[in-house]
């Protein structure tokens, strides 16, 4: 998250810990290593082995090509988009500020993205600044999406196969392989559905975090869930970024610490048109969900995620 000169500095390396976690494993994901170190509800140890029957360029080929489908078809989606951004209190542990916007992503007459405020309380941060920056991350990061097409980009590494909740997922680390200037990137770990190869889950933050004087530009490490919609693809739904940021001050000023707390929400999903068919492996699945996926698998996202 983009914040103005008020406060600039560094990301801290560590998290606050989650007042409230669902069962299978929220706070394990915000520091992921706990979930293979501890006894964490949801998550299975991860076996480093190489995936059997298929090979590590294999299933990245197939994971692009499925990200780069998915994103395709999430332009045709209308849905509703929750923004809530806090300041958190060290004295009590309480918001001593927020920021608050409900937007309809929808589509006009003519067929063109249409993005429609329906609530938008007055904004009480005082210690962060919001700026239009901001809901680029929104947008194109948090929900992040690795399509064949940007897949060059990144190095992408895999780590292994893991049980998450009731699916078998492979993980893989991403990162950039060259920072361009202008450009941010997603950089962290991404749990990739065996079957679907969509992701289903991703933890990390975005990169470069910039720390030029006047041009501050910093973001705290965040996880965001997936949920299989209408049967085909997993959507971003839910994200929560969470960490305390710590400023050195400069020009006389007084180094000072900033727990953020963000919460995105993405629900509401309804397809608002179809224009082109999708064809994977050869198959036309415009109207189907991945050949051999398992029609009642259940979301990978907590039912009931921390607020």
């Given at each position: 998250?983009?914040?103005?000169?008020?406060?600039?500095?560094?990301?801290?390396?560590?998290?606050?810990?989650?007042?409230?976690?669902?069962?299978?494993?929220?706070?394990?994901?915000?520091?992921?290593?706990?979930?293979?170190?501890?006894?964490?509800?949801?998550?299975?140890?991860?076996?480093?082995?190489?995936?059997?029957?298929?090979?590590?360029?294999?299933?990245?080929?197939k994971f692009g090509a499925r990200e780069s489908e998915?994103?395709?078809?999430?332009?045709?989606?209308?849905?509703?988009?929750?923004?809530?951004?806090?300041?958190?209190?060290?004295?009590?542990?309480?918001?001593?500020?927020?920021?608050?916007?409900?937007?309809?992503?929808?589509?006009?007459?003519?067929?063109?993205?249409?993005?429609?405020?329906?609530?938008?309380?007055?904004?009480?941060l005082q210690r962060v600044t919001m700026t239009p920056?901001?809901?680029?991350?929104?947008?194109?990061?948090?929900?992040?999406?690795?399509?064949?097409?940007?897949?060059?980009?990144?190095?992408?590494?895999?780590?292994?196969?893991?049980?998450?909740?009731?699916?078998?997922?492979?993980?893989?680390?991403?990162?950039?392989?060259?920072?361009?200037?202008?450009?941010?990137?997603?950089?962290?770990?991404?749990?990739?559905?065996?079957?679907?190869?969509?992701?289903?889950?991703?933890?990390?933050?975005?990169?470069?975090?910039?720390?030029?004087?006047?041009?501050?530009?910093?973001?705290?490490?965040?996880?965001?869930?997936?949920?299989?919609?209408?049967?085909?693809?997993?959507?971003?739904?839910?994200?929560?970024?969470?960490?305390?940021?710590?400023?050195?001050?400069?020009?006389?000023?007084?180094?000072?610490?900033v727990h953020m707390k963000n919460i995105v929400k993405?629900?509401?999903?309804?397809?608002?048109?179809?224009?082109?068919?999708?064809?994977?492996?050869?198959?036309?699945?415009?109207?189907?969900?991945?050949?051999?996926?398992?029609?009642?698998?259940?979301?990978?996202?907590?039912?009931?995620?921390?607020?």
């Open positions: 998250m983009k914040y103005s000169a008020i406060v600039a500095g560094l990301l801290a390396g560590s998290l606050v810990p989650l007042s409230a976690a669902p069962a299978w494993g929220f706070a394990a994901v915000l520091n992921p290593d706990a979930a293979q170190s501890q006894n964490i509800a949801g998550f299975g140890p991860l076996d480093p082995s190489p995936p059997s029957g298929i090979t590590v360029d294999e299933i990245i080929q998915f994103s395709r078809a999430r332009d045709n989606y209308i849905f509703r988009q929750t923004v809530r951004v806090q300041t958190i209190s060290e004295d009590n542990g309480r918001p001593d500020g927020e920021y608050m916007q409900v937007t309809d992503i929808t589509f006009d007459k003519q067929g063109r993205r249409n993005e429609h405020v329906v609530f938008a309380p007055q904004n009480s920056a901001d809901f680029e991350e929104i947008e194109h990061r948090l929900p992040f999406v690795l399509t064949a097409e940007e897949m060059s980009q990144y190095d992408v590494k895999y780590l292994g196969r893991q049980k998450v909740d009731e699916l078998d997922t492979y993980v893989f680390d991403a990162g950039p392989k060259t920072l361009v200037k202008g450009k941010r990137y997603f950089q962290g770990k991404v749990w990739v559905d065996q079957r679907d190869y969509q992701i289903v889950l991703i933890n990390g933050q975005t990169v470069p975090q910039d720390m030029r004087k006047g041009h501050e530009d910093l973001q705290p490490p965040f996880t965001t869930y997936y949920e299989q919609i209408d049967g085909k693809y997993w959507f971003p739904t839910y994200t929560k970024a969470e960490g305390v940021l710590h400023f050195p001050g400069g020009g006389g000023g007084m180094a000072q610490d993405y629900t509401d999903y309804k397809q608002f048109r179809a224009t082109s068919r999708i064809i994977y492996d050869g198959q036309d699945i415009t109207n189907n969900r991945a050949p051999e996926a398992d029609q009642n698998k259940q979301p990978a996202p907590p039912a009931n995620p921390p607020k």
